[in-house]
C-alpha cells in the first residue's frame, strides 16, 4: 500500500508558476512509476506527466510540453510537477498516481491517487 498526498497548488495569474508536490508514504516509493493527472468537472481524468522508477524516462502530454517539468526525489520519496508559463486552461484538480507496473499515461494503470490540489490560473 502507498499513500499519497498531493500538495502546492493554488490561485495564480497567466504567465506564472507554481510547483505542486506528491509525497509518498508507506511501500518502497523508489518502486513505483509516478505520474501526474488532471480534471476538470464533467471530463475525465487526463495525463499530464510520467516519470520512471529511477527518474531517468519522463513522458509529458503535447498540452504541458516544454511548460512543465516532472521530477523525483527517491530519498525524500517525494514526486513534483514544476508549471511555469501557466495558461486558463491549465486549471483544473490535479492528482499524483502510482503505478506499480506499467510506466503509462493511462490512469488505469495506475495504482494509487493522491486525493487532489486544485490550480486555478486567472487570465
Known amino acids: 500500500q502507498v499513500q499519497l498526498v498531493d500538495s502546492g497548488g493554488g490561485l495564480v495569474q497567466a504567465g506564472g508558476s507554481l510547483r505542486l508536490s506528491c509525497a509518498a508514504s508507506?511501500?518502497?516509493?523508489?518502486?513505483?512509476?509516478m505520474g501526474w493527472f488532471r480534471q476538470t468537472p464533467g471530463k475525465d481524468r487526463d495525463f499530464v506527466a510520467a516519470?520512471?522508477?529511477?527518474?531517468?524516462?519522463?513522458t509529458y502530454a503535447d498540452s504541458v510540453k516544454g511548460r512543465f517539468t516532472i521530477s523525483r526525489d527517491n530519498a525524500r520519496n517525494t514526486v513534483y510537477l514544476q508549471m511555469n508559463s501557466l495558461k486558463p486552461e491549465d486549471t483544473a484538480v490535479y492528482y499524483c498516481?502510482?503505478?506499480?507496473?506499467?510506466?503509462?499515461?493511462?490512469?488505469?494503470?495506475?495504482?494509487?491517487w493522491g486525493q487532489g490540489t486544485q490550480v486555478t490560473v486567472s487570465s
Open positions: 498516481a502510482a503505478a506499480r507496473v506499467y510506466y503509462s499515461a493511462y490512469a488505469n494503470h495506475y495504482n494509487y
Open positions: 508507506g511501500r518502497t516509493f523508489s518502486g513505483y512509476h
Open positions: 516519470i520512471s522508477m529511477s527518474g531517468d524516462i519522463t
